[in-house]
């Protein structure tokens, strides 16, 4: 039998829990163009989240989201390469029109 229980991924919207005012918040402030800085204990859901909200977003047609985990970067170079990588990784899987277009540049 397949284990029925994520402990370690975001899986999708199916296996996500409310956080539903959270989630508007980010929405409404994606809308208004503001910055949002996020912060709580540790493993209290926040990476979670960031994905639950990108995935909402990606119905969108004209929104491409990028995730970039820079914990790991030690230096300026590896936090660039990554968000580079984490940039283009994201335009290339979208098939959106003009981004696509622009991945393929970058590539
Ligand atoms: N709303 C949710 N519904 C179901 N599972 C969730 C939810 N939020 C978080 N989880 C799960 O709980 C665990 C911890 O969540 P997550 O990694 O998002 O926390 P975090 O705050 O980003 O942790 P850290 O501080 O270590 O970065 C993960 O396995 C994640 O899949
Ligand atoms: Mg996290």
Redesign the pocket.
Known sequence: MENPF??????GPA?????EAELSKLIEAFDNQRYLLLH??????????IH?FHHTLKKRKNVVTIYCDIHNTRSDEEFIAKLIMSAVTSVEKSKKGIVSRVGNFFT
Request: charged share 25%; net charge positive; hydrophobic share 25%.
């Open positions: 994520v402990t370690y991924h975001y899986a296996y996500f829990c409310d956080r709580s204990m540790r493993r209290i859901g926040k990476s979670g989240l639950h």
